[in-house]
């Protein structure tokens, strides 16, 4: 069994930052998985892909977050981070993580609102 428990979300100022966390967990979580992404969901509208590591290091950003937001990890950890600078309103949703490797699974997801 596989548990994602994402932290760090909360109410910011246009301009501020966060630092969201997606914490793995329970005897099937795979250190590396396949892919370990952060997607966000704003008030009526779909899911959007945010930012993704991948087993090898290598990194995949929207592009409406390209160049503000930072996914980084520490493997030991099992645990996934999403770095937001320069955040906007538009930036407002719930942030979930993701982590696929062979099957795949979701947090529960942490609300971020960015005031203007």
């Known amino acids: 069994q596989v548990q994602l428990v994402e932290s760090g979300g909360g109410l910011v100022q246009a301009g501020g930052s966060l630092r969201l966390s997606c914490v793995g967990s329970?005897?099937?979580?795979?250190?590396?998985?396949?892919?370990t992404a952060w997607y966000r969901q704003a008030p009526g509208e779909a899911r959007e892909f945010v930012a993704g590591i991948y087993a090898g290091g290598s990194t995949k950003y929207g592009d409406s977050v390209q160049g503000r937001f930072t996914i980084s990890r520490d493997i030991r950890k099992k645990t996934v981070y999403l770095q937001m600078n320069s955040l906007k309103p538009e930036d407002t949703g719930v942030y979930y993580c993701?982590?696929?490797?062979?099957?795949?699974?979701w947090g529960q997801g942490t609300q971020v609102t960015v005031s203007s």
């Open positions: 993701k982590a696929v490797s062979g099957y795949e699974w």
């Open positions: 329970g005897p099937g979580m795979p250190l590396t998985p396949s892919v």
